[in-house]
């Protein structure tokens, strides 16, 4: 990620070492992540709440990811004091509305199979100059999305042609359905959020003061909008239209929203 200075004084670019280092929480999702799907694939004990660990810590490693993206990018545009604040350890209890980035977007998902996005990172922007930049640092979350949702829409298409539990494959379906709904999420142009984000340093003096003014409410006004019957309903439509163009089964994907909820 960058050099060491000279004299080996265990700093980067006057950054601890430590402050880039995957923190003990992430990788025990990632562990979890990795065991689940082990348990899933052999069938071991029960396979429905197996699917569930598969899919809450899969979704939660990439929630990480996400914000990471947002962070070292950040870092590599000029705020140096993000790496203070934790942020490039991958940890999410540093981010800075755990309920908004981590118990909330689990819970959506578990009641409605969307992939919410969430406010976690925060980024100096004084630290960083050029609109350009500001861009990019709001870019990187949903572009992690986007990689995401590809690389297991690919894995969903070659694994359901070779052998395989069908739980399995509609575990990794759901994951890869998840990123596609947050890609789509993060980059509709709500203000706060990742697509509004993304425009606000090209708006003129007086839309971003207006913009400036909504963004905290941003959450409220997503909700709101997926809450209207046609603008829900159109943005269904067109997640669902993604998934069939890509090639995603949505009985396989179904199937895992149906898995995961254990309890019923």
Not at 83 to 110: D, E, F, M, Q
Not at 166 to 171: D, K, P
């Amino acid at each position: 990620m960058a050099y060491d200075r000279p004299g080996g004084d265990g700093l980067v670019l006057g950054v601890p070492k430590a402050a880039f280092r995957p923190s003990p929480v992430f990788l025990g999702l990632v562990a979890l992540f990795a065991v689940s799907g082990v348990l899933t694939w052999n069938g071991y004990g029960s396979v429905r709440f197996n699917v569930f660990l598969f899919v809450v810590s899969g979704w939660l490693v990439s929630l990480c990811l996400h914000e990471y993206a947002h962070a070292v990018v950040a870092y590599r545009a000029g705020d140096r004091d993000i790496a203070h604040r934790g942020y490039l350890t991958l940890n999410p209890l540093k981010y800075t509305h755990p309920l908004l980035s981590i118990v909330l977007p689990v819970v959506v998902v578990l009641l409605g199979g969307i992939g919410l996005p969430g406010g976690a990172v925060w980024v100096d922007r004084h630290a960083i100059p050029g609109r350009l930049r500001h861009t990019l640092v709001s870019l990187a979350g949903p572009a992690t999305n986007v990689l995401f949702t590809l690389v297991l829409v690919a894995a969903v298409r070659l694994g359901t042609q070779s052998d395989g539990p069908v739980e399995f494959w509609a575990g990794v379906a759901l994951l890869a359905f998840l990123q596609l709904t947050a890609s789509v999420l993060n980059l509709l142009p709500v203000p706060g959020l990742d697509g509004g984000n993304m425009i606000q340093p090209w708006l003129n003096p007086q839309w971003r003061k207006m913009y400036d003014l909504f963004a905290p409410y941003g959450f409220i006004l997503l909700f709101a909008l997926l809450w209207n019957p046609r603008i829900g309903g159109w943005f269904f439509d067109a997640v669902f239209a993604v998934g069939d163009l890509l090639g995603l089964p949505s009985w396989l994907y179904a199937t895992g929203l149906e898995l995961i909820r254990f309890w019923r």
